[in-house]
C-alpha cells in the first residue's frame, strides 16, 4: 500500500502545537527514565558515587590543564620580552659602532656643535614668541 507524503507536516495548526510539543517531551522523558532502570550497571548510589568521583577526576585534569597553560603563557611573555631587550640593546650597539665609524669628527667637536645649533634654535624660537607678543599687544592697543 503506498502512501501520499508530499502534504505531510509535523506541525499542528494553531495552538495544540505547543500542547503536542509538551506531550512528546513527556514521553521522551518516561521512555528514557525507563530505559535507566531497565539498563542501569548499578544501583543509583552507586552511579552517583561513580559521576562524582568522574567529575572530580575531570575538574583536577582541567585545572591541571588550566595550570600548564598559564605557565606555557608566563614564559612565551618572559621570552618575549627578553628578546625586545636583546634588540634594543643591538640595535643601540649597532646605532653607536655605526656612528663612531661613520663621523667626520670627535665627539666632543659633535657634542659643542650640536649645542651651538640648539642655542641659536632657542634664540630664534625666543625672538618668535616675542614678536608674536609685541603684535598681540599692538593689536590690543590699536582696538581699544
Not at 494553531?14 to 542501569?40: N, Q
Not at 653607536?96 to 632657542?122: D, F, H, Y
Request: aromatic share 2%; glycine share 10%; net charge positive.
Amino acid at each position: 500500500m503506498r502512501t501520499n507524503t508530499d502534504h505531510f507536516d509535523l506541525e499542528a495548526a494553531g495552538e495544540e502545537s505547543h500542547g503536542g510539543l509538551f506531550g512528546l517531551a513527556l514521553a521522551a522523558l518516561a521512555v528514557g527514565a525507563g530505559a535507566a532502570l531497565l539498563f542501569a550497571p548499578a544501583e543509583g548510589a552507586r552511579t552517583r558515587e561513580l559521576v562524582g568521583e568522574r567529575l572530580r577526576d575531570f575538574r583536577g585534569e582541567a585545572e591541571s590543564a588550566v595550570a600548564r597553560v598559564q605557565r606555557e603563557l608566563h614564559r612565551r611573555d618572559a621570552r618575549r620580552r627578553r628578546e625586545r631587550s636583546t634588540s634594543a640593546l643591538l640595535g643601540l650597539a649597532v646605532g653607536a659602532g655605526v656612528a663612531a665609524l661613520l663621523l667626520p669628527q670627535s665627539g666632543a667637536e659633535t657634542r659643542r656643535q650640536l649645542s651651538a645649533k640648539l642655542r641659536r634654535r632657542k634664540g630664534d624660537v625666543e625672538e618668535a614668541v616675542d614678536r608674536v607678543v609685541r603684535e598681540s599687544q599692538s593689536e590690543s592697543q590699536s582696538t581699544a
